[in-house]
């Protein structure tokens, strides 16, 4: 773990190395002022005049403000490694997880990501400013100060040593006890952070159904077990600071009175004023010590979990990954399927698709429908390798997608997810993520195309209105054209829309699709949908049923063959059908009237 964080030190290791040597002058100065002290007292003692007094004085400013200087030199430094540390920690996360493939984010939820990516990296910043400052400090500290004191105050110096192992047992015992219910409270604190986040992405949901008391008291239930799991492990941790005071009284009451004793009943042969006021001065030293490297020890046991959890996001592998000697070019975009089969998590027992055997010619316009749950787009990921089939062989170009390299395979296959997704900044913005060189009239054919302009136009600021995160500031309709539109100007080999026009009218629905064989006439289109309607001028139609096809063929083909394809048409057409039945009858009793009406007047 401390190998893997260590990586992210990089540019700012100078400024960590330059912290414990600045801290060491710091730590020379600071334990040579009891000594001059001393000295000071003991030229007072012997009756010397002012300017020896005054030069003994000013030695001892000047060791005051030099040790001043390191100290204040190395908090700068301290401070410029530890944040450069923790920003370089949330750099390397951040990107660890853009390469992660879908399977390697599901073991991590959105929430435990974010803490890790805030709360572990502030505490481990925390921990890393101690240990290169505080943690070399006092060590430090605590040697020069009693070696100090030993010269000064010979064996009484020892009684300093007798606190360390007591200190050393109660220091032991506090963190065996914190560090379990630390390991639980970052847990709870993904628990909370997603409850927030729940809350907030749905926040429309909850509003509509006035679900916000239970809401409320949701998030209250998970703030209040974190609070209490940390007012437990606070209140253990609080018991440094009374065991390390008492000890350090204790020891302060000792030297005090046996050296009170010593200086009156030797008239100060054995130890004298000065030597007196050195080893007091030298005592707090180490007991201030002491207590620090508690402090130290207690934050760094609260930033052992959150370091573990970085360390392993850091060191997580995705499952796809480049080969040794990646193809770089695509050669049409003619997709096959060979006794494929896959399953999330690679539970063989769950397969979510099975003996797919599916073979699509560059250019064709394929449609896929199934209820919801039969694989559909399960089926469409294995494409751009958002997955990699557990079974099977999937070839894009007529070569195994593995083969690839995955930015080239990528950026060949366009693809528009069920779940549509626009990001803060303008429409042209969000727009030219399919295209990042697209001009403004490229922009406009494929907002065009995917019937999105004339509601961009209607807009005061057009192409430059700005979209609020998540796309919430636009309907879902328009939403998924602009997807669609950003989809277009990448000029895929493959385009793959993903239910993605479920949020728009038939008339439109058609419209896009016109627009597509117009626009991208080479380009295999996967449409995959609900509507039968959406579908039904597919090349080839395939229906899917419980992760495996079921049919393949024409919407003629298909209703006369596959039941499920019929029942789906028949129950989306129903009604259109009693509609145009009842206008059909409407329209032949009206007519039969008129004919009677008829025969009548020329019978009269």
């Keep these: 773990m401390i190998k893997t964080l260590a990586k992210s030190i990089r540019e700012y290791k100078g400024a960590a190395i330059a912290t414990p040597l600045l801290v060491t ?50 908090g700068l430094t301290c401070a410029k490694a530890s944040v450069g540390f923790s920003r370089n920690l949330r750099k390397d996360m951040f990107h660890a997880i853009q390469g ?13 990501l974010v803490t890790r990516l805030t709360t572990d990296v502030q505490n481990v910043q925390m921990a890393y400013m101690q ?105 253990i941790l609080a018991l440094n600071g009374p065991i390390m005071n008492f000890c350090m009284y204790c020891v302060m009451t000792f030297v005090i009175g046996v050296g009170s004793y010593a200086i009156i009943s030797t008239r100060g042969e054995l130890i004298d004023v000065g030597q007196f006021s050195s080893l007091i001065s030298y005592g707090i030293q180490i007991l201030m010590s002491l207590m620090m490297i508690s402090m130290v020890f207690a934050m760094c046991t609260i930033a052992e979990e959150g370091a573990d959890r970085i360390a392993e996001v850091l060191t997580a592998t995705s499952g796809i990954t480049n080969p040794d000697n990646p193809v770089t070019e695509i050669a049409d975009g003619s997709i096959d ?23 699509i010619k560059s250019g064709e316009t394929i449609g896929i429908i199934g209820s919801t749950g039969s694989s559909k787009s399960s089926l469409v990921q294995l494409v751009p390798r958002l997955y990699d089939a557990t ?27 069920q779940k549509n997704v626009l990001f803060k900044g303008t429409i042209a913005e969000n727009l030219r993520w399919g295209n990042a060189d697209a001009t403004d009239e490229e922009v406009r054919e494929a907002a065009e195309l995917a019937q999105a302009d004339e509601f961009v136009q209607g807009f005061a600021d057009g192409y430059d209105h700005m979209i609020e995160q998540g796309g919430t500031n636009v309907s879902g309709g328009q939403k998924q054209r602009l997807c669609i539109a ?4 990448k000029h895929p080999k493959i385009l793959i829309l993903d239910d993605s026009t479920s949020a728009v009218d038939t008339k439109t629905d058609k419209l896009i699709r016109t627009g597509l064989k117009s626009y991208l006439p080479e380009t295999t289109k996967i449409i995959i949908a609900q509507r039968t309607g959406s579908v039904e001028d597919a090349d080839r139609i395939i229906v899917m049923d419980g992760g495996r096809i079921s049919a393949v063929g024409t919407h003629e083909e298909l209703l006369r063959c596959s ?42």
């Design 100 to 112: 992660f493939d879908f399977a390697t984010i599901d073991r991590f939820s959105n929430s435990s």
């Design 25 to 74: 002058g710091e730590v020379l100065f600071e334990v040579m002022i009891p000594f001059g002290t001393a000295s000071l007292i003991d030229q007072v003692k012997a009756g010397a005049p002012l300017p020896t007094l005054l030069t003994y004085g000013g030695i001892l400013a000047l060791m005051a403000l030099v040790s001043l200087a390191f100290g204040a030199a190395a």
């Design 486 to 489: 950003r989809a277009l100007l």
């Design 131 to 235: 240990l290169i400052r505080t943690a070399i400090r006092c060590p430090l500290m605590l040697i020069f100060a009693f070696t100090m004191a030993y010269i000064m105050g010979g064996w009484m110096s020892f009684i300093f040593l007798a606190v360390i192992p007591i200190l050393a047992i109660a220091l032991f015992a506090v963190i065996k006890v914190v560090h379990p219910i630390f390991k639980r409270i970052f847990k709870k604190y993904d628990h909370l952070n997603e409850s927030a986040e729940e809350n907030l992405s749905g926040i429309r949901v909850v509003k509509s159904y006035v679900r916000e008391d239970y809401e409320k008291q949701k998030f209250e239930r998970a703030a209040e077990e974190v609070r209490l799991d940390f007012t437990r492990a606070e209140r």
């Design 337 to 359: 399927f060979d006794g494929v089969g896959f399953s999330y998590g690679g539970d063989r027992r769950r397969e979510a698709l099975s003996g797919v055997d599916l073979h």
């Design 563 to 604: 039941e499920i394809y019929r029942e789906v048409y028949t129950s989306q057409n129903k009604q259109s059908h009693d509609e145009k039945q009842i206008d059909i009858e409407a329209t032949d009793a009206t007519g039969s009237d008129a004919r009677s009406k008829e025969v009548s007047a020329n019978g009269r």
């Design 391 to 417: 079974e099977g062989t999937v070839r894009v170009g007529g070569r195994d997608v593995r083969d690839y390299d995955v930015e080239v395979l990528r950026n060949e296959v366009a693809m528009v997810l």
